[in-house]
């Protein structure tokens, strides 16, 4: 019997030695996919391009006429934020890509691309994160206007 307890614990120091082994294994695995997704995060215009136009394709149901012509007007303005990333031209490259975009969409098309958008606006106003406070009046005097009577 105590032949047998000498015997099990280098097989049980063994089998620990096996399991730690196996668990480095794991965390530098999965330390090798971590960067290797880090590394990929990063996209080119061509890749964002795709990505909106396939988002806005499916969300618009547009045609394979306005896929391409949107594909175009996506990468032209994506190739073109990686010149200039300031803010005011930001701004303008947004107004333009959206008049652009207007131009090829039909009525119905627009209509849901603004819903998308007013949809997505408020949830970042409904996003604890992004609230304003109730006494900010910046945004809309109408809001929260004081009273100037007291009660």
Same mark, same amino acid.
């Given at each position: 019997? &105590? ?13 620990? !030695?096996?399991? &730690?082994? &196996? ?11 971590? /960067? %290797?997704?880090?590394?990929?995060? %990063? ?7 795709? &990505? ?12 394979? %006429? ?5 594909? =175009? ?10 010149? *200039?990333? *300031?803010?005011?031209?930001?701004? /303008? ?9 207007? !131009?090829?969409?039909?009525?119905? /098309? ?23 406070? %109730? ?13 100037? =009577? !007291?009660?």
């Amino acid at each position: 019997m &105590i032949d047998a307890i000498i015997c099990s614990v280098p097989d049980y120091m063994m089998l620990k !030695k096996q399991h &730690i082994y &196996i668990f480095l294994l794991f965390i530098s695995i999965l330390s090798v996919r971590a /960067q %290797e997704f880090n590394a990929t995060t %990063e996209r080119t215009p061509e890749m964002e391009a795709a &990505i909106q136009t396939e988002k806005l394709r499916n969300e618009l149901s547009l045609s394979k %006429e306005q896929t391409v012509r949107v594909h =175009e007007i996506m990468l032209k303005y994506a190739r073109a934020r990686q010149v *200039s990333n *300031s803010r005011a031209e930001a701004l /303008q490259r947004m107004k333009d890509k959206e008049a652009e975009l207007i !131009k090829i969409l039909n009525k119905e /098309q627009r209509t849901k691309l603004q819903n998308k958008r007013y949809e997505r606006s408020s949830f970042r106003q409904n996003n604890t994160y992004n609230k304003v406070p %109730e006494n900010d009046l910046r945004k809309n005097n109408t809001q929260n206007p004081p009273s100037s =009577e !007291k009660k």
